[in-house]
């Protein structure tokens, strides 16, 4: 009963919920990639964060590849394995950034933070959403 909430027909200029399911999939894995050969450019300039940023990166990378491949397979568990990641994901970010903002009180920091948020949001609708039209069990979403 609780799948019908914040549930999209379309995903944004009117294409299809899988062609945007499938770009925010490949997006998501280009981006993924450059940070993480970013931070291993980090890394080995010295910067010990730049490990741990592509070691999550790598991850961010998976869950694409399983995004993308469930959107090719049509199989429900792999794309909400994505949501659900994503989720995870940007509900640690927007705790960080609220300290950060606490701590640094930049402003425009935070409305910029704020603003990709509403983006990634966004997106997690539009792949669950195309995750809700696939069959599959409920008890997933």
């Known amino acids: 009963m609780g799948e019908q909430k914040c549930v999209l027909n379309s995903c944004c200029c009117g294409c299809s919920l899988r062609s945007g399911s499938l770009a925010i999939g490949i997006v998501g894995l280009v981006l ?6 970013y931070g291993i450019v980090r890394g080995v300039n010295g910067d010990k964060q730049g490990w741990i940023d592509m070691a999550v990166q790598i991850i961010e990378i998976v869950i694409c590849i399983i995004l993308i491949q469930g959107i090719r397979k049509e199989h429900r568990g792999m794309v909400m394995v994505w949501v659900w990641v994503s989720a995870i994901i940007i509900a640690i970010n927007i705790i960080l950034v609220i300290i950060a903002v606490i701590l640094t009180l930049n402003i425009i920091f935070a409305i910029i933070a704020f ?5 990634a949001i ?20």
Do not use: Q
């Open 122 to 141: 966004y997106c997690i609708l539009v792949v669950r959403s195309y995750a809700l039209t696939l069959g599959g069990p409920s008890s997933v979403a």
């Open 115 to 119: 603003i990709i948020f509403g983006i």
């Open 32 to 37: 993924s990639i450059i940070a993480a050969i």
